[in-house]
């Protein structure tokens, strides 16, 4: 019994002649009779009746039809849900990140994402921690996670898409604003700072910089995110040591000064596999990607 018996035998039962799937399908009426025939031989029961002006199904036929009938409907939808899959036309991406991120890294890229693949559900969840996105990419809860890049992870992999420059933001009225550009040693000298938060990995790869150019900063203020950190900076608040990100030259009231002694922000995706991502999955990050090499797209 094959998965053609069975389409053939549903066909036979709907039109009622064997000459008339024979027609639809090009064949033999002969070819189509050995479909049925061959069914017949495995159920050990007749499927058609044949009468004057074609054939149709017994009692036992109608049970099959039956039953074929809805596995083929789900065989087939099931068969188009792969080739959208394939194609990356449907399914869904769960990434790991929070606004900060999709304000400044991605905006772009989901719009021009969910214009080419208007089938595809996205979900943004935030983590708490980049071992927290670990656990959630080994487990196969997410998809990607956007993570500042660290040390190796056993069982994950990390792509490199970014590399941020330290900025200094402070208030467009405070003295340093008007600067070109900033020492590292001038921050460490008296100068109190927001703080990033102190688990997260940018924070220390901050001052493992810090600590290469034998300098410290010092503290007066704690906030849970970059996007904080500025808002205290415009307000006059204090001044914070941020990554340089998407669309903050322009913000008003806030001056953004390179501090170019810092090494650099790696940042980028986590994947448990890059080869066993999703089509929509790999989609999603190469369109992030694309939009982080020609920013202003």
Same mark, same amino acid.
């Given at each position: 019994m094959t %998965?053609?018996? =069975?389409? /053939?035998f549903?066909? !036979?039962?709907? #039109?009622?002649?064997?000459?008339?799937v024979?027609r639809e399908l090009?064949c033999?009426?002969?070819? &189509?009779?050995?479909? &049925?025939?061959? =069914?017949?031989?495995?159920?050990?029961v007749?499927?058609?009746?044949?009468?004057?002006r074609g054939?149709?199904?017994?009692? *036992?036929g109608?049970?099959?039809e039956? #039953?074929a009938?809805?596995g083929?409907?789900?065989?087939d939808?099931?068969?188009?849900?792969?080739?959208?899959? &394939?194609?990356?036309?449907?399914? $869904? !991406?769960?990434?790991?990140?929070?606004?900060?991120?999709?304000?400044? $890294?991605?905006?772009?890229?989901?719009?021009?994402?969910?214009r080419?693949?208007?089938r595809?559900n996205?979900e943004?969840?935030t983590?708490s921690? @980049?071992r927290?996105s $670990?656990?959630?990419?080994?487990?196969?809860?997410?998809? %990607?996670?956007w993570?500042?890049l660290?040390?190796?992870?056993?069982?994950?992999?990390?792509r490199a898409? +970014?590399?941020l420059p330290?900025?200094?933001?402070?208030?467009a009225?405070?003295?340093?604003?008007g600067?070109e550009r900033?020492? &590292?040693?001038?921050l460490a000298? @008296?100068?109190?700072?927001?703080?990033?938060?102190?688990n997260?990995?940018?924070? #220390?790869? =901050?001052?493992?910089?810090?600590?290469?150019l034998?300098?410290?900063?010092?503290?007066?203020?704690?906030?849970?995110?970059?996007?904080?950190? =500025?808002? %205290?900076?415009?307000?006059?608040v204090?001044?914070? /040591?941020v990554?340089?990100?998407?669309?903050? +030259?322009t913000t008003?009231?806030l001056?953004?000064?390179?501090?170019?002694?810092?090494? +650099?922000l790696?940042?980028g995706?986590?994947?448990?596999?890059?080869?066993?991502?999703?089509?929509?999955?790999? *989609?999603?990050?190469?369109? /992030?990607?694309r939009?982080?090499?020609t920013?202003?797209r």
């Amino acid at each position: 019994m094959t %998965l053609d018996d =069975l389409r /053939v035998f549903v066909a !036979v039962c709907r #039109a009622g002649s064997l000459s008339a799937v024979a027609r639809e399908l090009g064949c033999t009426q002969s070819a &189509v009779s050995q479909h &049925v025939k061959r =069914l017949e031989r495995e159920t050990g029961v007749a499927l058609v009746e044949r009468q004057p002006r074609g054939v149709v199904p017994t009692a *036992a036929g109608r049970v099959l039809e039956a #039953a074929a009938s809805e596995g083929i409907s789900g065989l087939d939808l099931a068969v188009r849900q792969l080739r959208d899959l &394939v194609d990356g036309a449907s399914g $869904f !991406v769960r990434v790991a990140t929070g606004a900060t991120t999709v304000r400044h $890294f991605m905006g772009d890229a989901v719009v021009e994402f969910r214009r080419r693949h208007p089938r595809v559900n996205l979900e943004f969840r935030t983590v708490s921690s @980049g071992r927290g996105s $670990f656990d959630a990419l080994a487990d196969g809860t997410l998809d %990607l996670a956007w993570i500042t890049l660290g040390p190796p992870v056993r069982g994950i992999e990390q792509r490199a898409v +970014a590399e941020l420059p330290w900025v200094l933001a402070v208030r467009a009225d405070d003295p340093l604003a008007g600067r070109e550009r900033l020492g &590292v040693e001038e921050l460490a000298d @008296g100068v109190r700072l927001i703080r990033l938060p102190p688990n997260s990995a940018s924070a #220390a790869q =901050l001052d493992a910089s810090c600590a290469e150019l034998g300098v410290r900063f010092i503290y007066d203020t704690n906030v849970a995110d970059w996007d904080t950190a =500025l808002l %205290l900076a415009e307000l006059g608040v204090g001044r914070a /040591v941020v990554p340089e990100l998407s669309g903050l +030259a322009t913000t008003a009231g806030l001056r953004l000064v390179p501090l170019p002694g810092l090494r +650099a922000l790696p940042v980028g995706w986590a994947v448990r596999r890059w080869d066993a991502l999703s089509p929509p999955a790999r *989609a999603f990050a190469d369109t /992030v990607e694309r939009f982080r090499r020609t920013p202003g797209r």
